[in-house]
């Protein structure tokens, strides 16, 4: 298994400012991936970062609202920027070194 | 537009009873199938999976079952403890998206009443 750890576990931020999350795995990995929970929704796929590239963002995401970094094989930052109400969410990183997907415990950021 | 439908937000199920947790949906390219626990302040955890080669994979007292004519697979948790408590997510993905590309639902509260 992959172990994840993310930093802050949560957040109550203002309006306008930007939070930037950390994820650290125990394990190096290839691409690890951000995952965004809205109340009441499913999972849904924020973007793919790979080290040494330039993340790969969704459809409904851009990489000016949701900068992702990747310096290493074990670490990734996503960072939200200029945060309104809507994007109050449980933040989740993953990876699948495995075939198989794990996920960090997730960052829950309220913004007022 | 979901292409993956959990259509029941929540389950009460009595301790030692059958839980079926349902899951539809829409993408006829989906061919592979998964369920994810998830508890409170932690991350989903893998539970079972089912390739659309099956129309069932068994593990311990989890089971999936899976009908591609319906588009909808179920997952059996017999008998249920109070542990299994949580919020279940139903995911799908197919070959040609990658391992990665999980489109999930949006999760079924069960409670397991002792």
């Known amino acids: 298994s992959a172990v994840i750890s993310q930093k802050p576990s949560r957040d109550i931020c203002q309006r306008g400012t930007s939070l930037t999350i950390q994820c650290q795995v125990d394990s190096q990995v290839t691409m690890m991936f951000w995952y965004r929970q809205q109340p009441g929704q499913s999972l849904t796929l924020i973007a793919t970062a790979n080290q040494g590239s330039e993340a790969t963002y969704e459809s409904g995401f851009v990489i000016d609202k949701f900068p992702i970094s990747r310096p290493n094989l074990t670490f990734s930052t996503l960072t939200v920027s200029n945060m309104s109400p809507e994007d109050s969410s449980i933040y989740l990183c993953?990876?699948?070194?495995?075939?198989?997907?794990?996920f960090g415990p997730g960052t829950r950021l309220t913004v007022l | 537009d979901q292409q993956v439908k959990q259509n029941s937000p929540s389950l009460s199920v009595q301790e030692g009873r059958i839980s079926i947790l349902n899951c539809d949906y829409t993408?006829?390219?989906?061919?592979?199938f998964l369920w994810y626990k998830k508890y409170p302040a932690e991350g989903p955890t893998f539970l079972i999976s089912?390739?659309?080669?099956?129309d069932k994979n068994e593990d311990g007292r989890f089971t999936v079952f899976l009908n591609k004519s319906a588009k909808h697979l179920s997952l059996h948790i017999v008998p249920s403890q109070p542990g299994d408590s949580a919020v279940y997510f139903c995911a799908a993905t197919y070959s040609g998206a990658g391992s990665y590309q999980l489109t999930f639902g949006k999760g079924t509260k069960l409670s397991v009443i002792p």
């Open positions: 089912i390739s659309s080669i099956k």
């Open positions: 993408n006829s390219m989906f061919d592979y």
């Open positions: 993953s990876v699948n070194p495995y075939n198989e997907q794990f």
